[in-house]
């Protein structure tokens, strides 16, 4: 707790079993405390235990949905993994084709005549 606490007074009256009441005196000689010293530690203590639980419990959800987003993540990764895959067969084959077909071509003499028509050819093949 910080020690910039402004302590207040108030006085409780407890209606505390003799059991606990006991317990309570064998607590306080352990601790060399008056009783009093030790309900205000306890109570203390139970009110920083709450506000640790809550923080925890936080921390717990903020936890949970972090995990959530990195599986989702993770599972966009492995889909882009997979399409890059994809992607270079697809270039490779492409790659492939292209070579085969300039290959037909040069193959078939389609490239040994002239390169440069005359433009009455131009106009004229199209009508063919």
Do not use: H
Request: aromatic fraction near 6%; proline fraction near 1%.
């Amino acid at each position: 707790m910080s020690e910039d606490l402004k302590l207040q007074t108030a006085n409780l009256y407890l209606n505390i079993s003799d059991e606990w009441l006991e317990k309570l005196d064998k607590i306080a000689l352990e601790k060399e405390q008056n009783i009093e010293e030790l309900v205000l530690d306890i109570i203390g203590n139970y009110l920083s235990e709450s506000k640790l639980t809550l923080e925890n419990n936080q921390l717990l959800e903020k936890y949970e949905q972090l995990s959530q987003r990195l599986e989702t993540l993770e599972k966009k990764d492995y889909q882009i993994e997979r399409l890059t895959t994809k992607l270079d067969i697809l270039e490779k084959l492409v790659a492939t084709l292209q070579t085969k077909n300039t290959q037909e071509d040069n193959d078939n003499g389609e490239w040994d005549d002239e390169f440069e028509d005359e433009p009455d050819e131009v106009l004229t093949d199209f009508l063919l």
